[in-house]
């Protein structure tokens, strides 16, 4: 999987995504949304995300990262020449925001992914959405994490799975893909965002993460 994701120069799927939350009751919520990928290497990609709260849109161009709330009518610009994978760190490293199942999008996943690893398990097939798929686990110090690989000749993730085992009630974030599409399959992308003439502008450091949790849903001084 890892060696076929990072040999395509042009990929595009949808995906729903579900991330969990404990309450203060102990009793797991889950917050849903769904989206849309679009990636060209080494420098393009082009992200849409809509939930309950918030319906964002991402595009990088080489140069700029632009991030658009079309909810509450907010864009941020980033200065950030490079790959994709120098993007992803400096969104984590820089500006403390992740990029969710980033390991997924990098050059290498497999150099991202597996460095922790203390242990591997096969546990054989499984079905997602229609699709007959390899299932393995991976167990690190903090989290466990699960893939689902399609079989055949385009082994793309359809289901990725990370659980937090330091938090209590180890809540899980849940990735499903579907409508794969590789190399010139990918529709074409200008990877330029349009945003309103009235939309207001925030500074860098106020650029929030994409699967950022609602205020509803924190306590009172939680980060």
């Known amino acids: 999987m890892s060696d076929y994701l990072g040999a395509q120069k042009a990929m595009s799927f949808d995906y729903d995504s579900n991330l969990e939350i404990v309450s203060t009751q102990q009793q797991k919520i889950g917050l849903a949304s769904s989206g849309r990928l679009t990636l060209n290497r080494p ?53 403390h925001r992740t990029v969710p199942a980033a390991d997924l999008l990098m050059s290498d996943p497999y150099k991202e992914l597996m460095p922790l690893v203390t242990d591997v398990k096969d546990l054989g097939s499984g079905v997602i959405h229609g699709i007959e798929c390899d299932h393995l686990a991976f167990r690190t110090k903090e989290v466990d994490w699960q893939i689902w690989i399609a079989q055949g000749a385009r082994p793309y993730p359809c289901r990725y799975v990370i659980t937090s085992k330091k938090v209590t009630g180890w809540p899980q974030y849940t990735l499903d893909i579907t409508a794969w599409k590789a190399g010139t399959e990918v529709a074409s992308d200008g990877f330029k965002l349009e945003v309103p003439a009235d939309a207001k502008k925030l500074a860098a450091d106020q650029v929030p993460d994409l699967d950022d949790i609602p205020a509803l849903f924190k306590a009172k001084g939680a980060k």
């Open 43 to 95: 420098d393009k990609v082009h992200v849409t995300r809509t939930g309950g709260f918030a319906n964002v849109e991402m595009v990088f161009d080489g140069k700029t990262l632009s991030l658009l709330g079309k909810n509450a009518n907010l864009y941020a610009q980033v200065d950030a020449p490079g790959t994709i994978d120098q993007l992803v760190d400096v969104l984590r490293d820089k500006y």
